[in-house]
């Protein structure tokens, strides 16, 4: 019985490494590889928050490391140029916690955010029908439809492993 329990841990043991030789030796995730979706809105406070999920949809280990890049889009596509967008450590009412690279395994998912004042009437206000997202490292950008009037700068937080962060 106690050589059973030995092979068997030692099994465990080889799987185990084996799949954190895989994370050790993850590449920069590639655009092909990802697939973003909109994960949720939240309004409070005087801001906007929307929450976007990344899936690993390759078959290998990748890494994500940083904040995406994000354009917000007039009526005609184009960024509005005079929008400030901010990378940050803080976005949709969280800090970041985790500021390393993500590893993402196949199937898993990471999320990033984006924040903004609403409510001001000013000229600070712009107007967006579009955000455009493209994940550190890839040159892939996804587009969300939407409604976006940002008063103030827009935040972008960094991509992380976290829970969704609207929750």
């Given at each position: 019985m106690r050589a059973h329990w030995s092979v068997l841990t030692f099994a465990a043991l080889i799987v185990l490494?084996?799949?954190a030789?895989?994370?050790a030796q993850a590449q920069p995730c590639s655009g092909l590889n990802l697939k973003i979706d909109s994960e949720g809105q939240d309004a409070t406070n005087g801001a906007n928050a929307f929450a976007y999920k990344i899936t690993n949809i390759g078959a290998k280990s990748c890494t994500l490391d940083g904040h995406p890049r994000v354009e917000l889009l007039d009526t005609k596509g184009q960024p509005i140029s005079d929008m400030a967008i901010e990378p940050?450590?803080?976005a949709a009412g969280q800090e970041a916690e985790r500021k390393?690279?993500?590893?993402m395994n196949p199937g898993d998912e990471a999320f990033f955010a984006i924040e903004f004042p609403t409510g001001r009437h000013t000229d600070d206000c712009r107007n967006a029908v579009?955000?455009?997202a493209t994940l550190p490292g890839t040159e892939m950008p996804a587009t969300f439809p939407g409604s976006f009037t940002a008063c103030g700068p827009v935040k972008v937080s960094p991509i992380s492993?976290?829970?969704?962060?609207?929750?």
């Open positions: 490494s084996a799949n030789w895989d994370e940050s450590d803080e390393t690279p993500v590893t579009e955000l455009r492993a976290d829970a969704q962060p609207l929750r």
